[in-house]
């Protein structure tokens, strides 16, 4: 896939497209059913303070949830939101979760790879790197892992990890699968691509888009079936989210909502992470300060909630029940 250059904007209901040739609310009393890829991801990017203590990543796990994070702490959480089993490893950090059918893959910094194999116990494994790794994808049958400096790790998890190193800006902050492709973001605004988990091709976004947006620094992608969305933020520390069909067209979708009283709002916190609530078409960001924040189709029904005073890091979900985690081992479960 070729990425070309811009030759059009189009304002439309509250979303900015780019064509290139090339209010607060409670959640409460309310259940969705949500569906979506379990591979979570945490970084810093340009400016961002460093992250205390908590937790990183939140995956669905057997009729549950596995939470990891600094500390090499690896937690089994309950539907309720109850740590049920805590695991140490001291001297790791933790910053991604990965599961499959007979797998729990954990990574963090300096090249940490942990395998779990048919629930037995943790692992480790020769990732080939010692760069931070920020988050995990399953694509094709592959392990997919962003890096810091540019580095896609991939293998089987049975044999050596293969390292790719791209031609990249910035560290490799998230990366996400679907049946047909791979993508994935920089903390330096670029997106990277793949349909055989081997060859990358590269988005140099801020470049690309140069005199449509201010410079954006991504914080999380998220590949959907039919839509691949990015979230980050912009050089004056606003957030920004914007979404693609095919990684051609990008469209941005105002992060604005109405709070209790009806007066008009905008988010003004980093997000972290989302995922995409396939029956109500609408995406859910996790971010700093607490927020939680859902994104429907209709761009006059944003809705805000403030759930936390720590910063939001992970966010998955089972059946209708999301799990929320983040700093100082922050952890709620929500009916949406």
């Given at each position: 896939m070729s990425f070309l250059n811009l030759q059009?904007?189009?304002?439309?209901?509250?979303?900015?497209?780019?064509?290139?040739?090339?209010?607060?609310?409670s959640f409460s009393g309310a259940i969705d059913t949500y569906t979506g890829q379990e591979s979570v991801s945490a970084f810093t990017y340009p400016g961002?303070?460093?992250?205390?203590?908590?937790?990183?990543?939140v995956i669905r796990y057997e009729d549950g949830f596995l939470a990891a994070g600094s500390g090499g702490r690896i937690d089994w959480i309950s539907v309720s939101g109850k740590t049920v089993k805590s695991e140490k490893f001291p001297g790791e950090n933790?910053?991604?979760?990965?599961?499959?059918?007979?797998?729990?893959?954990?990574?963090?910094?300096?090249?940490?790879?942990?395998?779990?194999?048919?629930?037995?116990?943790?692992?480790?494994?020769?990732?080939?790197?010692?760069?931070?790794?920020?988050s995990l994808a399953?694509?094709?049958?592959?392990?997919?892992?962003?890096?810091?400096?540019?580095?896609?790790?991939?293998?089987?998890?049975?044999?050596?990890?293969?390292?790719?190193?791209?031609g990249l800006k910035g560290n490799?902050?998230?990366?996400?699968?679907?049946?047909?492709?791979?993508?994935?973001?920089?903390?330096?605004?670029?997106?990277?691509?793949?349909?055989?988990?081997?060859?990358?091709?590269i988005l140099d976004f801020n470049r690309a888009y140069s005199g449509f947006y201010k410079p954006c620094f991504?914080?999380?992608?998220?590949?959907?079936?039919?839509?691949?969305?990015?979230?980050?933020?912009?050089?004056?520390?606003?957030?920004?989210?914007?979404?693609?069909?095919?990684?051609?067209?990008?469209?941005?979708?105002?992060?604005?909502?109405?709070?209790?009283?009806?007066?008009?709002?905008?988010?003004?916190?980093?997000p972290n992470d989302m995922f995409y609530d396939n029956a109500g078409d609408q995406f859910v960001l996790v971010c700093s300060n607490g927020k939680l924040m859902k994104l429907p189709s209709c761009s006059q029904c944003n809705m805000l909630a403030v759930i936390s005073d720590e910063d939001?890091?992970?966010?998955?979900?089972?059946?209708?029940?999301?799990?929320?985690?983040?700093?100082n081992f922050f952890v709620k479960a929500l009916k949406l």
């Open positions: 059009a904007v189009f304002v439309l209901l509250g979303s900015i497209i780019l064509l290139p040739p090339g209010k607060r609310s961002k303070r460093n992250k205390s203590e908590g937790y990183r990543a933790f910053n991604c979760l990965l599961a499959d059918d007979n797998k729990v893959i954990a990574a963090g910094n300096n090249g940490t790879i942990l395998i779990s194999s048919d629930k037995g116990i943790f692992r480790k494994a020769d990732s080939g790197t010692k760069m931070n790794i920020n399953l694509f094709n049958g592959i392990i997919i892992a962003g890096a810091d400096q540019g580095e896609i790790i991939s293998g089987d998890g049975k044999g050596t990890f293969r390292k790719t190193l791209l490799i902050v998230s990366v996400s699968a679907r049946r047909s492709d791979c993508y994935g973001v920089t903390n330096e605004g670029e997106i990277i691509h793949t349909t055989d988990g081997i060859n990358w091709d991504f914080t999380r992608i998220l590949a959907t079936e039919n839509r691949i969305a990015v979230a980050g933020i912009r050089n004056d520390g606003s957030p920004v989210f914007m979404f693609s069909s095919q990684g051609k067209v990008w469209t941005e979708k105002l992060l604005n909502y109405n709070d209790e009283q009806g007066l008009p709002g905008l988010l003004e916190d980093s939001l890091e992970g966010i998955s979900f089972r059946e209708n029940t999301i799990m929320i985690v983040g700093e």
